[in-house]
């Protein structure tokens, strides 16, 4: 039993050190084809704000290119937000993406666990969220999901603020228990309107994620992509402490008064980017999964597109 937990301890240190790697190593793939054969929109572009002023880890720039360009391919308006959200600065915005924000410049400097965001800019997203907004609050593991959290509670969304695992249903060629599949398959991919799409060919089958975290959501929410029981969170601290992520999901949908809300618990699940020495792919191109129509179809559900 000691040699078997020394073993299970040490396989959960490796996730996490490889998680605080990645978020160092990576870049966007120019490769990647953000192209959209058929637009959603090709008039009255939904207006989309995408938010770079709270120390976001992925920008439209950045890591999250990939994922900006798909978008304005598929007929939205993007526009980078550089300053602390307002009433007005949300006023004419149909969309609200929030990627990893943190408390301080890098995910590695001290600080970065700390508040991205003031009291009353939380007011002003969650009212706005209730006036008719749609708002997709990515927040990864730890110290994304921290500095987070103010957010994430006037959203009554749980962050799990740990490193989620799942072994049982881990993507196998990774060998990284922390690279989760959501299949049909093995039924950890919900009956939504997000993973049914508006046609058979907007179907989502099967979805991967790169190391994150877990949430709860508010009552009536939906778990687009559902734990299983077999997931667990390791919550940093010393000595770090499991718990089991049963219950739990990675993706979560909600309507919150005439808004809607889709949080994410890992954000390279809607990236493409290139990691480690051999520039293996990480994100929606990866092969074999349907993250890149996952990203069409969240902005599409909240966009209203989806019912």
């Known amino acids: 039993m000691l040699i078997k937990s020394a073993t299970l301890a040490f396989s959960c240190l490796l996730v996490i050190l490889v998680a605080t790697a990645a978020h160092s190593q990576q870049v966007a793939d120019p490769h990647f084809n953000p192209s959209v054969e058929h637009p959603a929109f090709t008039k009255n572009f939904p207006r989309v704000l995408f938010d770079e002023a709270h120390n976001n880890f992925h920008t439209a720039a950045g890591p999250y290119k990939p994922f900006a360009d798909l978008i304005f391919s598929d007929g939205y308006q993007v526009v980078v937000n550089r300053k602390p959200f307002t009433k007005t600065s949300l006023a004419t915005f149909k969309i609200l993406i929030i990627a990893n924000a943190l408390g301080a410049e890098d995910a590695d400097e001290e600080g970065a666990d700390r508040p991205a965001f003031s009291e009353e800019e939380s007011d002003v997203v969650r009212d706005w969220v209730r006036g008719g907004g749609a708002l997709l609050f990515i927040a990864d593991e730890p110290p994304f999901s921290s500095a987070a959290e103010i957010l994430a509670k006037r959203l009554d969304v749980d962050m799990g603020k740990g490193v989620t695992t799942d072994p049982a249903n881990s993507d196998k060629e990774s060998k990284n228990a922390g690279v989760i599949v959501y299949s049909r398959e093995n039924h950890l991919l919900a009956d939504h309107s997000i993973t049914k799409g508006r046609n058979d060919s907007e179907q989502i089958n099967r979805v991967m994620t790169f190391v994150g975290q877990s949430l709860k959501g508010p009552e009536g929410s939906d778990a687009v992509l559902k734990l299983a029981d077999t997931a667990t969170d ?3 601290g010393d000595p770090p402490k ?5 219950g739990r999901a990675q993706a979560l949908a909600f309507k919150s008064g005439k808004g809607r809300v889709v949080v994410l618990g890992e954000g390279a699940m809607l990236s493409a980017q290139l990691t480690g020495s051999d520039n293996r792919p990480f994100g929606m191109n990866t092969p074999d999964i349907d ?9 599409h559900w909240l966009s209203g597109l989806l019912k």
């Open 242 to 246: 499991d718990s089991s992520a049963a």
């Open 291 to 299: 993250n890149k129509q996952l990203a069409l179809n969240i902005m």
């Open 234 to 236: 390791r919550i940093p």
